[in-house]
């Protein structure tokens, strides 16, 4: 199966309209929809850069204080 790619947007009705695809009457087609990813929306706040520093980073955590932070 070969893919066919076409980007639309979705009308104010929530209708999505695929008009001219090279596709025969009748053929079967299955259809797949992707969310184009540089249109979402960020519903918070963003954590880049906040990280000020790690303290030591490369030593083994205790079981006793992994299980505390569970």
Do not use: C, H
Not at 25 to 50: A, C, D, F, M, Y
Not at 57 to 66: A, L, N
Request: cysteine-free; aromatic content about 8%; overall charge negative.
């Amino acid at each position: 199966m070969t893919p066919y790619t076409i980007e639309k947007t979705i009308t104010a009705e929530g209708v999505l309209l695929l008009e001219n695809l090279p596709f025969q009457p009748g053929e079967i087609v299955r259809v797949v929809i992707l969310q184009n990813r540089k249109e979402i929306k960020k519903v918070g706040p963003s954590l880049k850069g906040t990280l000020l520093r790690y303290d030591q980073p490369f030593d083994p955590i205790d079981v006793d204080e992994w299980e505390a932070l569970q």
